[in-house]
């Protein structure tokens, strides 16, 4: 277990932690919650040893492994592959003794080597590397580009893939879902599930937390409390410990009633019944959630449009890319006051192409595109953030795009989005991320748009804001379109979907478990009543099948050449295996059996990493081409 006995630790003269104790025992999956700046990346620093506290110690078993997640990023030739199979040191280590083993013809510490390599699952390492990969959205051509190749948020998910094949007792995570899609993030959720070790993880999601983890620590004031359970449990719990507290619990009863009203509101909807049912569920949850939050130093609200048009965006035979090459297909969408949209799909599936289309930053390729006189859009966007002059403040932007007010009336309404006092006043180059995002949101908020575009805007930003977000969009009047990989938000904001997959956007008729359980399966839904034809389905079948077939030879071809290889390599280790051998057999005999064997496990690794290819390579086509089916259907 871990123990951490009166802990006190100072950063730059401020007191983090002050007669901490802690005992978090072998085996749990653990969140690491609290606001910003409590000290939550140093209590990972001090398991680390990377950190001495002033006063106080930590302990944990000696021989404990660690591994971490590292948010840095160098420039490296090393291929995403490579990149993956170096978080396994001791394997890399044993690699390096047998390629000096082999290089000075050292039989006897070959013989044994081989043993080591196989005890740490060596010859299976690049199969579950590219798993790994995969799982974390690399694409089989993508394994054998260089490090440096690939952009900040990909070379962070090679630094995750590193880190999850680095065997560990205590595994600690900082924020691994911030650059992951929802694909990712699922498969994430599934591996951490299945990890036997002592987890520790530090993340803004609270659908991931609660996938996750089956205890809360939460740091306030310098302490830390362990609850039990998951984090929406932790929620719950602190509530329970807020409402004694009488001017929290007069708090709770007004945001109780302020998100009943926003249940009862929406209770009276009948269209879209599995969506509607789902977001029922979801903002009843949210009311659950609430009064474990009636402490945050957030308070805002998205102002209502003044006016907007009976339709504010209509889509019609559209096709959207650039420089003439077209990235999705519309045949008819359409935006109308009160329209709240979900877009689903994979990174690159054109999500952001549709975002910046409705926004105006791109024109269509052909097509129809009708905006009401009165659909003023709110756009926010990742690159916005980079948008903002350095040497102004929160207020100076504000003033800005309020020249008529007053800065009374400016710092009230920026206090709300945590700008207050002398924080509304600091230039914005020195904001971190999640500070920029919330004044991007504050001022798209001010200008009081008929549509609110957010592509990702959770991005950056911690749980408490992730809530006060939710709840201002509650009671937004105006229409949204949300690009999130947080479940969390789509499934308490949003009343449909669009599926953007295959080249084309079509609404997507299910809720967001179901697609969440489509990704988990990679199988295509039930096709409905109203879809193409069994004889269509069944010419639409047969076409998938030819076009897949070189693909399922090969794969079969390779499987049977696996299992041959594999056949031949027992027989060899029984031979090595026989006392007899070495007793009945000359030298030369035996180093040709030695070296048989050397060879046939590397044509063998190779085998079964090609086999993966391919059968990654035959997934993806047949995920590709359940798409285009589910598209025809939703016709």
């Known amino acids: 277990m871990i123990v951490a006995s009166d802990v006190t630790l100072k950063r730059g003269g401020e007191v983090l932690f002050e007669h901490l104790d802690l005992t978090l025992h072998s085996g749990h999956h653990i969140a690491l919650v609290g606001r910003n700046g409590v000290g939550k990346s140093s209590l990972f620093a001090l398991l680390r040893g990377r950190l001495l506290p002033e006063v106080g110690d930590v302990r944990m078993p000696p021989r404990w492994r660690i591994a971490h997640l590292d948010q840095e990023t160098h420039p490296s030739e090393r291929t995403a592959l490579e990149w993956a199979l170096d978080g396994d040191a001791e394997l890399r280590r044993v690699e390096r003794a047998i390629a000096e083993a082999e290089r000075t013809d050292n039989d006897a510490a070959l013989a044994r080597l081989h043993t080591e390599f196989d005890d740490l699952g060596g010859y299976s390492a690049e199969a579950r590397a590219a798993e790994i990969l995969h799982g974390l959205g690399f694409a089989a051509p993508e394994l054998n580009r260089p490090y440096r190749e690939f952009s900040g948020g990909w070379r962070i998910r090679l ?12 595994l600690l995570l900082d924020e691994p879902t911030n650059h992951l899609d929802l694909d990712a993030m699922l498969w994430l959720e599934g591996h951490l599930k299945r990890y036997s070790g002592t987890l520790l993880v530090i993340a803004h999601d609270r659908e991931f937390l609660d996938a996750v983890v089956d205890h809360t620590v939460h740091l306030e004031s310098g302490r830390a409390t362990i609850y039990r359970g998951n984090y929406s449990s932790f929620e719950r719990q602190r509530g329970d410990n807020l409402a004694r507290e009488t001017t929290l619990a007069r708090r709770q009863a007004r945001k109780a009633e302020e998100i009943m009203r926003f249940v009862d509101r929406f209770r009276a909807k009948t269209s879209k019944a599995r969506q509607v049912q789902s977001r029922l569920k979801a903002l009843e949850k949210l009311q659950i959630a609430a009064p474990g939050h009636v402490d945050s130093p957030y308070e805002f609200s998205f102002p209502n449009p003044a006016q907007m048009s009976p339709m504010l965006i209509q889509l019609e035979n559209a096709r959207l890319g650039y420089d003439g090459k077209t990235i999705v297909a519309v045949e008819s969408l359409r935006i109308a006051p009160g329209s709240r949209i979900g877009v689903l799909g994979a990174n690159g599936a054109g999500k952001t192409t549709l975002m910046r289309t409705l926004a105006g930053d791109l024109p269509l390729l052909s097509g129809d595109l009708f905006r009401g006189q009165h659909s003023s859009v709110g756009y926010f966007a990742q690159h916005q953030l980079e948008l903002l002059q350095g040497d102004l403040s929160a207020l100076g932007h504000l003033r800005l795009r309020t020249p008529v007010t007053t800065d009374q009336r400016r710092r009230t309404y920026l206090g709300g989005w945590g ?114 034809s069994r004889r269509e389905r069944r010419q639409a079948s047969a076409e998938h099948r030819r076009q897949t077939q070189s693909l399922r030879t090969a794969v079969k071809r390779l499987e049977a050449r696996i299992e041959s290889m594999s056949n031949a390599l027992k027989a060899l280790e029984a031979t090595l295996a026989d006392p007899l051998t070495y007793e009945t057999m000359s030298t030369q005999n035996l180093q040709t059996v030695i070296a048989q064997r050397a060879d046939l496990m590397r044509d063998l690794e190779v085998a079964e990493a090609e086999w993966l290819q391919q059968h990654e390579h035959l997934d993806a086509m047949i995920a590709a081409m359940a798409l285009d089916l589910d598209g025809r259907d939703a016709d």
Not at 477 to 486: C, F, R
């Open 159 to 170: 630094n995750l893939a590193q880190t999850l094949m680095s065997p560990s007792d205590l």
């Open 419 to 532: 700008f207050a006092g002398d924080m509304a006043m600091r230039p914005t180059r020195s904001l971190s991320g999640g500070e920029k995002a919330r004044l991007v949101l504050a001022l798209i908020a001010w200008q009081q748009p008929a549509l609110l575009l957010l592509d990702e805007p959770t991005n950056h930003l911690d749980i408490e804001m992730r809530h006060a977000l939710t709840v201002a969009l509650q009671a937004y009047e105006g229409a949204m379109v949300i690009v999130s990989h947080d479940r969390d938000l789509l499934g308490r904001c949003v009343d449909e979907f669009w599926l953007v997959g295959g080249g084309r956007v079509d609404p997507y008729p299910d809720d967001l478990e179901q697609y969440a359980e489509r990704i988990r399966q990679r199988v295509a839904p039930v096709a409905s009543e109203t879809g193409p």
